[in-house]
């Protein structure tokens, strides 16, 4: 059973952007989605040309991208869909299984990266952690980061106390506070609003102050940074 209280329903399915130039991978991908009723596939694209008119007229939540496209790449459209559409996530479909690739991506702000025909993970899977503040990584991959960041890279980090010292020291109103709490709680943009006697746009306008202030991309990384600040006490 899917708990109610989760984003994605099948009175209220998450909205999917799809974008990859492999009809055959598109094909794959756009059935997986459409035989989940908490998803709605709401428009394809094989180009960045194409992404771009889609992210300019249709409202969607996810989109799911590949990173080798005809007229552009994947990094492309993630930079342009977290500057215009800020609350939205994406999750990379590559064939690219390199962890510099990966970092590239989330540091751009996506929150996942699924390597394509792995055995492992499904996209309505990846599609539903995402929209309620997760992240999905092909475990392989996530395997390979996590030895990164644990190996050679280690002595290189600065200690939590330099890093606090050096994130952005903006504050956050009392209503982007309010709002970023909910967000760590797993809301939508609309139920946020409801909650708050607010609209979902006022609401994706203080989402979008709070990534600006802490310099972030994705509402994951607010949340994460938020909470290493002490902001959502």
Partial sequence: MWPHFLTGQAEQPVRVLLVDDDPHMRRVVAQELLADLRINLVGQA?????????????????????????????????????????????????AMEDEEHALR??????????????????????????????????????????????????????????????LPSEQLSEREREVLRL????????????????????VNTHIKNTYRKLQVRSRAQAVNLAQMKGLLY
Avoid: C
């Fill in 183 to 202: 967000v760590a709680t797993g809301y939508t943009s609309n139920e946020i609003g409801k909650r708050l006697s607010i609209s979902g746009q006022t």
């Fill in 105 to 166: 991506a989330f540091e751009l702000g996506a929150s996942g990266y699924l390597i394509k025909n792995s055995w492992f993970g499904n996209y309505p899977q990846a599609v539903l952690q995402v929209v309620n503040g997760g992240a999905s990584i092909t475990p392989g991959l996530a395997r390979r980061l996590i030895r990164r960041l644990d190996g050679a890279d280690a002595p290189a980090r600065k200690p939590p106390a330099a890093r606090s010292a050096a």
């Fill in 46 to 94: 094989t180009s960045v040309r194409e992404a771009k008119m889609l992210v300019a007229t249709q409202e969607f939540d996810v989109m799911l991208v590949d990173l080798k496209l005809g007229d552009g790449t994947g990094f492309d459209l993630i930079d342009h869909v977290k500057s215009v559409r800020p609350v939205a996530e994406v999750v990379v479909v590559s």
